[in-house]
């Protein structure tokens, strides 16, 4: 196998572009250290990884469980590493972005908390891997005042405290004393919400506002940001569920682990390294992962559709509305690798590009005030989707502004498919979106995952509800649907 096809697409892509050019992207410069000159990696080995690192000088490696780790390599051996055989795939990280969470009235929590069930969370762990916790919350705090927190990991000081740390730092009588024992602050208050509506026992309010799991003990992980002002990324995401699965695992306890964050990035099949791991790590102990499908649905950017079978055929054109003052974005396109068919590029103003060559490997096309750098990829060990990448790039300060087209030619159709991506919405403007979308398939990526439990918002008012096997869907009034998924089993929905 070529060394490019043990590295995905954006990280060759990454690798073969220069810094002065990368670190004008979102997406490429995304785990790569400019004062070190490393890279953070995501590998899949087998064998004694460690022994075969020992004669590269600057590496260095966190194992994870079920032989995944995460490496940090100095770029000039990047190659070297791909290239041992005991490496099976490598990717890069992803930028992680929160996702909206929801109370727990409109779906029917209250009903099992009472009578016969009485299900209030004792003897279980809830671990929640987001952007902290008050710790000093009363909701978060026995009725003798003792935390429920076992183990408080804050990545971005890269300290671990213990239940007696946060009772001394309770103790001490004011939150400004406290964090002279436990310095860590939900800055965002995002995951102490969320803690708040899985686990937070009322206290604080008297029991009016009591969470779901109200009496269970609580892991909490704050997810590390590598730069200031920064998102936290799928590598600080892996080594937070390593850390919880153990834990959980040595007290020989149930934990239910709470993932906020996602992306958008990928071929959404549930078959990228961090969804192969939350899959591997789903089977260890007694471990229930669930993560949010995100709030994709309606930012447009996402459109689909299938190319007519055989040989030729019409050409179909996708329209993307760019907005004013974007200061870069990516999109990626992905089809099946049976198909062959030519893409062009057309820019507000009706220059084109293209057909784009269909050879593997990196391109630069210019198009008016905007460079894109183009990765032409082929399927992975672990996926026989194709993606071709465009990471848009301002020659000035923003991108060409207005409605860009993508034409599709086909040539042989076998399968016809076709998903177009944009990044998430948190980073682009509003009117940055297809012009014709489609919110199926917009569930964020680690909630594309096969053995989690992906949930996504509840409306309360009565609409029609449609039971399949694994899931069911939800259309509200509006029209918009909401996908419930079980975990997968072997067969799929």
Known sequence: MANDQKAEDLLNLALDTPYEMRE????????????????????????????????LPGVEVVELMNEYAILTVPESLVNRIIALPQIEYVEKPKRLYFAVNQGKAASCIPSVQTGELDLSGRGVIVAVIDSGIDYYHGDF???????????????????????????????????????????SVDLSGH???????????????????????????????????????????TTELMTALDFVVREAAQQLRPVVINISFGNTYGSHDGRSLLEAYIDDISNYGRSVVVIGTGNEGNAGGHTSGVLSQGTGGPETVVELSVAPYETGFSVQL???????????????????????ERRPGPGILRLGDTEILLYYGEPSPYSMAQEIYMDFLPRGRYVDPGIWKFILTPETIVNGNYNFWLPSSAVLNPSTRFLQPSPDGTLT?????????????TTTAPAPTRIFPGGAIHRSPGGQSRIWWLPASTSSP
């Open 141 to 183: 705090r026995n009725e003798d005042g003792s935390t429920r927190i076992l183990k408080l990991w804050d990545q971005s000081k890269g300290q671990i405290y213990t239940r007696e740390e946060i009772d001394e730092a309770l103790a001490a009588g004011s939150r400004e004393a406290a964090r002279q024992i436990v310095d």
């Open 334 to 356: 992905w089809k099946s690798y049976e198909d062959v068919w030519d893409l062009t590029l057309v820019a507000p103003d009706g220059e084109r590009s293209g057909p784009v």
């Open 24 to 55: 004008r992207s979102k997406q490429l410069d995304v785990g790569y250290d400019r004062e070190n000159r490393t890279w953070e990696l995501i590998v899949k080995y087998s064998g004694n990884l460690k022994e075969q690192l020992l004669g």
């Open 191 to 233: 995951g102490t919400a969320v803690a708040g509506i899985a686990a937070g026992n009322g206290r604080e309010s008297g029991g009016r506002y009591r969470g779901v799991a109200y009496e269970s003990d609580l892991l909490v992980v704050k997810l590390g940001a590598p730069k200031a002002d920064s998102f936290p990324r």
């Open 445 to 457: 990526i680690p909630s594309t995952a096969q053995r989690p439990i992906s949930v996504g918002p």
